[in-house]
């Protein structure tokens, strides 16, 4: 079997989509499919390189809608090679490409499916900042959206509550089938001394210091700012809780909201340190600072998956998560974390219930952590379901 994945990007730096594309593809690569990406990058873009999978750059897109004048003319010389497509997201050109190739050849199409990552979440049509934004995608839905998502033979979805919560914004929502495939992760490297060490060169004032670690894209979504006032308000409360020091590592420094949360961090509120900001880590760097760390934490006011969140319970570390993470249920079920609303006062219990655990206790929701990974997201089993989708 031959499936075609189209994706927006494949650059790292563009975060969850094109990560989770590489997860799929590498469970199914195991199961003999033979997997193809396109995407608008720029062709001889250095990160094309490292997969071992083609990837057909088409070029870089231009203005909002990434739009990209080969897409089309691709598809249509394309698709026949392929039993199956799967669109990864929603909103851009991409998207009306491809259902517009699918119009074309009619009867001689492959099969199609639209995997969202969780782009139909209604929390993207409620947040208060982002109003022109609900606007410009209700309106968008109406004309363009709802006919590639009802036209679809199905939608795939990582987990029960991302597609519920699919149905909730838009109307007319009626696509063919709704499948909850699963993601999965990989089984990280095991550990050893240059992760480390690669983790120090990045951060050397952490060495021998206990610390907690939010790992994702440095971004308002993520309860970046709850984390912060949240840290420091417990770092000054009576009774004297002795927390971890905090690690905020991922992209997006350099954006102004970025750039307002170290200004939080070091010059409102006096956490330097106490919270550090290393940047985006990758590689070696990146498993040491997950494996070097007491816990991870993430609360999030939304997150389909959250792969740096599995990546934690993978390396044996509880995640204390908000209620807005599509996976809280999977990992409060098993015990392998803690889970709390994306308020400023429940960022305060997830750190105050972790200062209070006793050592003992943190150990024992570490070893759940690793056997909620292996029972519910490794991603042999999400492969296997995903083929029995597509497949069919």
Known sequence: ????????SMDPKHGGVCQAVRIIISGLTELGVQNEVVSLDPAGSPFIKNDPFPVNAL????GPWAYNASLIAWLENNLSRFDAVIVHGLW????????????????????????????????????????????????YWKLIENKLVNRADGLLFTCEEECRLAREPFRPYKPKGEYVVGLGAEQPP????????????????????????????????????LLI???????????????????????????????????????TLGLRGSVFFPGMMTGDAKWGAFYGCEAFILPSHQENFGIA???ALACGKAVLISNQVNIWREIE????????????????????????????EKISMGKNAIACFKTTFEKGPAAKQFLKVVGN
């Open 92 to 139: 851009l050109y991409y998207g009306y490409g491809v259902r517009k190739s699918f119009d074309r050849l009619n009867s001689k199409s492959p099969k199609l499916f639209v995997m969202p990552h969780g782009m139909l979440d209604p929390y993207f049509q409620r947040a208060s900042g982002r109003k022109i934004k609900a606007i410009r995608n209700y309106v």
């Open 309 to 311: 969140v599995i990546e």
């Open 1 to 8: 079997m031959k499936l075609l994945h189209v994706s927006p």
């Open 229 to 267: 006032n949240a840290y420091a308000a417990l770092s000054t409360e009576k009774g004297q809780i002795a927390l971890p020091k905090l690690v905020v590592a991922g992209p997006g420094l350099e954006t102004s909201y970025g750039m307002e949360m170290q200004r939080l961090a070091y010059d």
């Open 333 to 360: 079920k098993a015990s392998g974390g803690i889970v709390e609303d994306d308020t400023l006062e429940g960022t305060r219990l997830l750190l105050r219930r972790w200062a209070n655990f006793r050592e003992e």
């Open 59 to 62: 070029g870089a897109p231009s």
């Open 190 to 225: 095991a550990y050893n001394e240059g992760m480390r060490e690669a983790f120090y060169d990045k951060q050397p004032e952490l060495r021998n210091a206990p610390y907690l670690l939010f790992l994702s894209r440095v971004h308002e979504k993520k309860g970046v700012d």
